[in-house]
């Protein structure tokens, strides 16, 4: 069963900001937000995660919603590397006790 | 962050033949690798889990003896893909576990002709 929804494709203007949502509407308490992405025919890189709390680091933001039932992952400034699959996974705890499943995720065009 | 390796990046092979392909953590201890198989335009599937010095778990629709894994080492798991046939052509991710997160290696593509 699917625990996360995205849109399956959306494009950005280079050097514009890409907001991508997240719907994970059945998420627990204790299910952390974490956002992944894949460049064509390399594995999937990490970009950042959260609880509740919005988080940012150098690659993107993280805003979740107060009920936590969707998030958005935003990179600032869009470069045509960005151009990937980006994969939203909800999974219990912040450490490795359970591995990640990957569903569907938006696939990101980022045009000049 | 912690890196993963894999060889080779890319093979081809014949029908029936049997490919080996390593998956390596470079600077962390893999208690646990994953094993992920990717289909064109489709997303990560996992294949199997193993822990170290242990049997695989493998999921549901996956010959565990097609594709055998050995994770005989902390730094160390291979999958071999044996009597290979074209549907087997895929795009293989392998994923190593330290105690805080879970790291991918670059992949390596499989064509059997």
């Known amino acids: 069963d699917a625990k996360t929804t995205q849109p399956p494709s959306m494009d950005c203007a280079e050097g514009r900001a890409a907001n991508l949502p997240c719907n994970h509407s059945?998420?627990?308490?204790?299910?952390?937000v974490y956002w992944y992405r894949q460049i064509h025919s390399q594995g999937p890189q990490y970009i950042i995660h959260?609880?509740?709390n919005n988080e940012t680091n150098e690659m993107a933001s993280l805003i979740i919603t107060e009920d936590r039932k969707s998030s958005t992952l935003i990179l600032p400034h869009a470069t045509l590397r960005d151009t990937a699959v980006y994969y939203c996974i909800v999974r219990v705890g912040s450490n490795a006790g359970n591995m990640l499943t990957f569903g569907g995720g938006t696939r990101l065009m980022v045009k000049p | 962050g912690a890196v993963v390796s894999q060889h080779p990046s890319r093979v081809i092979c014949k029908s029936g033949t049997s490919v080996k392909i390593e998956c390596r953590s470079l600077?962390?201890?893999?208690?646990?690798m994953f094993w992920y198989r990717q289909f064109p335009k489709k997303s990560l599937m996992l294949m199997a889990t193993s822990n170290e010095g242990s049997k695989a778990t493998y999921e549901q629709g996956v010959e565990k003896d097609k594709f055998l894994i050995n994770h005989a080492s902390l730094t160390l798991s291979t999958l071999t893909v044996t009597s290979a046939h074209p549907e087997d052509s895929s795009f293989y991710i392998c994923s190593g576990r330290d105690a805080y997160e879970q790291y991918f290696g670059p992949g390596t593509r499989l064509t059997v002709t």
């Open positions: 059945t998420i627990s308490g204790n299910e952390y």
């Open positions: 600077d962390f201890q893999a208690t646990t």
């Open positions: 959260g609880l509740k």
